[in-house]
């Protein structure tokens, strides 16, 4: 086997275990969703993040609210203003740092309507997990 083989070997090893990882998320998060969207829960209790921040039962810490215009850039960008919130100006968005016990750190942006966060707080997410919108890969859980 030449070197260019050993690294294409390599690559497929790490490509198949990465896509087998989503389709677990996508498959145990699959079968609550219906035709695009799950049924909303109470935003009251929830949380929304983007799939690839959604980590159940890992703890994480609250670095820093973003600001009302950093928020509404995020949302614009990611397409979500207005299919995944009724009124976007009614949630905040926060920069969370997960505890996964590692050297490099894992970061993620989640946003709530009604429950009260600030910088330095822990929390975590449930498995209770539900997409509220399967295309923009968008998913609601309670703390």
């Known amino acids: 086997m030449t ?3 050993t690294e294409q070997s390599s690559d497929s090893s ?3 275990a990465k896509r087998g990882t989503l389709a677990a998320t996508a498959l145990a998060l699959g079968a609550s969703a219906t ?3 799950a049924t909303a829960q109470d935003d009251e209790d929830v949380v929304v993040v983007f799939d690839d921040d959604y980590r159940p039962d890992a703890d994480f810490d609250v670095v ?3 600001q009302p215009e950093t928020k509404e850039d995020v949302l614009a960008d990611s397409g979500s203003a207005d299919d995944v919130f009724d009124d976007p100006d009614d949630w ?3 920069i969370i740092k997960y505890d996964l016990d590692t050297d490099a750190p894992a970061w ?3 946003f709530t309507e009604d ?3 600030e910088a330095g707080d822990s929390e975590t997410m449930g498995e209770d997990g539900a997409f509220r919108d399967s295309q923009l890969d968008m998913i609601e859980a309670e703390l």
């Open 3 to 5: 070197e260019n083989d």
């Open 14 to 16: 790490g490509s198949l």
């Open 35 to 37: 035709a695009g969207t």
């Open 64 to 66: 820093s609210e973003l």
């Open 92 to 94: 905040d968005a926060y």
């Open 108 to 110: 993620g942006i989640l």
């Open 115 to 117: 429950i009260s966060l």
